[in-house]
């Protein structure tokens, strides 16, 4: 249509600025990518463990980074995209949010970062139960292996807590960390009852927290067995409590890859950081349940499964660069946008 003599022309639209590369994949990201920080996190907790300290920081570098970058995503959705954020918050990958900030800061407070592994205790706490309130009203029958994670985010509790603990000597601490220890099992057991078994032989990746869920049981579970806290009766009953969910772990670690072997699943797919993690967790768990437990043969094991996760992570990350080469996007969770 023609405009009359004399109009006043109108200013041209502005055009929206299209995303970078780097945008678009900061954007993409689902919850699920909160288990590459537990991932490198509990390597990074292994390697510090047998005096590995410089890889170990690497691993710690690694993790730090990009948590941070999720914990910006985190509230960029929370701010800006409230919908997108109500969605994945129901679904139980968001839980990674709190296992991921409580691994981190387990390895700050071996650093003797006290007051940072303080702050992180405190935001884990303060996201945990809403979430954890909203994957319990969405939980069905028949779930993934990332339903384990209303264990593992409940136990990053009892583990970051107990380290601060010990490193503190706040008796109230131990305490929580113990609360939290045996709300943690009673979750697993829930969880393990919606589990759907199918996953072993058709799991993408996160059915290995089925395994590295007890895993993680164990290693709260020796940093109450440490703690002088606990003597006579109780300081027995949780030596036993750690042993237990370690050795059923360990006994997922040899079903899951016997199953890895049975029906192999190759290529990346950002689940599979999901596989790391329990991977990581369980040499992590043998190293730290050693010497509270008197087993001193769980150290050596602790060590070959340690560099096993490493290879892992290697072997992941190196999917990762080549799928981002090829242009192909791994598969992403159900539930994920």
Known sequence: MSRPPGATPRPPRPRRARPSPVGRWWAGLPPAAGAAVMAAGIISIGLHLIGRDLLSLVALAGAGALWILLAADFGNRLIRDRGRFRAEADTPAALTAVAATTVLGARL?????????????AVAAALWPGLLIGVLRHWRRRMPGSAF??????????????ALAAATGREWLARAALAAFVLGLLL???ALVRFDFREVLTGAGDHWVAGGALAICSLAGSKLTASPVWTGSAHTALRTATLVPLAL???WYAALLAAELLRPRPGYDIRRWATVFPLGMTATACLSAAGPTGV???????????????????????????????????RRPPGTR
Do not use: I
């Open 249 to 251: 772990g360990l006994v």
């Open 296 to 330: 001193d043969p769980l150290r050596p094991l602790g060590e070959v499964l340690l560099w096993v996760s490493v290879a892992a992570w290697l072997l992941t990350f190196a999917a990762l660069v080549t799928t981002g080469r090829t242009g192909r996007a791994g």
């Open 109 to 121: 407070s071996l650093l003797g970062h006290q007051q940072a592994a303080a702050a992180l205790l």
């Open 149 to 162: 994670l209303v264990c593992v985010a409940t136990q990053g509790l009892a583990v970051l807590a107990g």
């Open 188 to 190: 697993y057991a829930e």
